[in-house]
C-alpha cells in the first residue's frame, strides 16, 4: 500500500482546507482530499466512496476543455450542502476520499489511455469494497475504465446504463478511440456484450443511421427520450436496472452530460435542443445510486470553459450528490 495510489496518481490541482468538524458542512467540508505523504497510513476500511479526477479531453471528436472538469467540479462544492431536502437524506455519514487526478500525457492519447486503466485496476485490487465515483474527461475515459475494472474481475459479467444523447458506437477505425467510440470500443474488446448496454436519452437528429443499425446488430438496448417519456424517466431507468440487474454481476453508470437539453447543459460540448430536464437526469441517478449492482459511476463531457454562470458544473455537482443519495438510500435499506 505505501505505493499507491501515489506515483499513480497527481494530487488535484485545487484542494480545499478544510476544518477538523463541522455539524453541517458544506460538501467541500466534507469530502476528504487524500494526502499523498499520508497515503500509506489511510484506513481504507473507512472508506466508502473514492474520488478520481480524469482530466482528458484532447481524445475528444470536437474541441473541449472537458480536462477542465475535475477542477471545476471541486471549486463548485462549496455551493452545496450534504443534506438533500428532496429525499430527506444527509451525505455526511459517507466517508467520500478524492484520490486526485490521473496524469495524462500531454500528446499520446494511448498513454494516457492507458495510465487511466492501470489506475482503475490498482483503486481495484488495493481497495474492492469502495465505489469509484470518476469525473471525467471526455467519454472515452469510460471504455478504459470498465477495461481496468475487467483486469481485476476478468470473470465479471458488466453491464452498462448510459444516460446519453448519443449512441457512442463510431467506427474505431474512422474516429480511433475516441469520445464518440468508448460504447463500441468495449464490445468490440470483447469486455461487455452488447446485450449488456442499455442508452437512455437519445434523441432528436444527433446519430446516424448506420450507428443505430450497428446498435441493433449488436444487440445494443436503446430507449428514445420520447419513449422514455411516455412510460416516465424514472420507470424506464428502473426496469433498465431490473433487466441488467438479472443478468449481470456489476452495472457500471454512465453518464454523459450532453443528455441534458443544451438550455440546461450549455457547458456540454454536443449539448442539444430536445434533451433532459435536470430534474429528470437528478432522480435518474438517484434511483441508479439505490442499485445494488451498480458499483461504479462517472460524468464525463462537461466543459467548463464553455460554460454560462457556471450552470453545467453546478448541474454536475448535483448529478453527484443525487447519485450519492441513492447509495446512502441503499446503504440505509
Not at 471541486?74 to 429525499?87: G, H, I, Q, V
Not at 430527506?88 to 494516457?112: C, F, K, N, R, Y
Not at 449488456?196 to 432528436?204: A, F, K, M, T, V
Request: aromatic share 6%; with cysteine.
Amino acid at each position: 500500500m505505501k505505493t499507491y495510489p501515489y506515483p499513480l496518481l497527481h494530487p488535484p490541482a485545487f484542494r480545499w482546507n478544510t476544518p477538523e468538524r463541522v455539524a453541517e458542512p458544506k460538501v467541500h467540508e466534507w469530502i476528504q482530499t487524500l494526502d499523498p505523504h499520508m497515503a500509506h497510513e489511510t484506513d481504507w476500511s473507512q472508506v466508502d466512496v473514492t474520488l478520481l479526477g480524469v482530466p482528458l479531453s484532447r481524445s475528444s471528436i470536437s474541441a473541449s476543455g472537458a480536462s477542465e472538469n475535475p477542477d471545476a467540479i471541486r471549486r463548485a462544492w462549496k455551493y452545496f450542502t450534504t443534506y438533500n431536502l428532496e429525499e430527506d437524506v444527509d451525505l455526511s455519514p459517507l466517508h467520500v476520499l478524492d484520490l486526485g487526478d490521473v496524469p495524462q500525457h500531454v500528446t499520446d492519447i494511448a498513454a494516457s489511455h492507458r495510465q487511466i486503466r492501470d489506475v482503475m485496476a490498482a483503486m481495484r485490487r488495493h481497495h474492492p469494497h469502495t465505489l469509484p465515483l470518476v469525473l471525467g474527461g471526455d467519454h472515452s475515459i469510460t471504455a478504459m475504465l470498465i477495461q481496468g475494472w475487467k483486469d481485476i474481475h476478468p470473470d465479471e459479467r458488466v453491464g452498462i446504463l448510459q444516460l446519453d444523447t448519443h449512441f457512442d458506437l463510431r467506427s474505431l477505425e474512422d474516429n480511433g478511440p475516441s469520445n464518440g467510440t468508448p460504447i463500441r470500443n468495449l464490445i468490440e474488446r470483447g469486455a461487455v456484450q452488447g446485450e449488456d448496454i442499455y442508452n437512455i436519452g437519445l434523441h432528436g437528429f444527433f446519430n446516424a443511421p448506420s450507428l443505430k443499425t450497428y446498435a441493433d446488430q449488436a444487440g445494443v438496448n436503446y430507449i428514445t427520450l420520447k419513449q422514455a417519456r411516455r412510460q416516465g424517466v424514472d420507470q424506464a431507468v428502473l426496469n433498465c436496472l431490473k433487466q441488467l440487474s438479472a443478468r449481470v454481476d456489476t452495472i457500471y453508470l454512465t453518464v454523459d452530460m450532453d443528455v441534458l437539453d443544451i438550455s440546461f447543459g450549455p457547458g456540454a460540448p454536443a449539448a442539444t435542443p430536445g434533451g433532459m430536464r435536470t430534474e429528470e437526469l437528478f432522480e435518474a441517478v438517484r434511483l441508479a445510486g439505490t442499485c445494488p449492482k451498480v458499483q461504479s459511476m462517472d460524468i464525463v463531457c462537461l466543459d467548463p470553459l464553455k460554460d454560462l454562470a457556471g450552470s453545467t458544473v453546478k448541474a454536475g455537482v448535483h448529478v453527484m450528490l443525487s447519485f450519492l443519495t441513492g447509495y446512502m438510500q441503499r446503504r440505509q435499506s
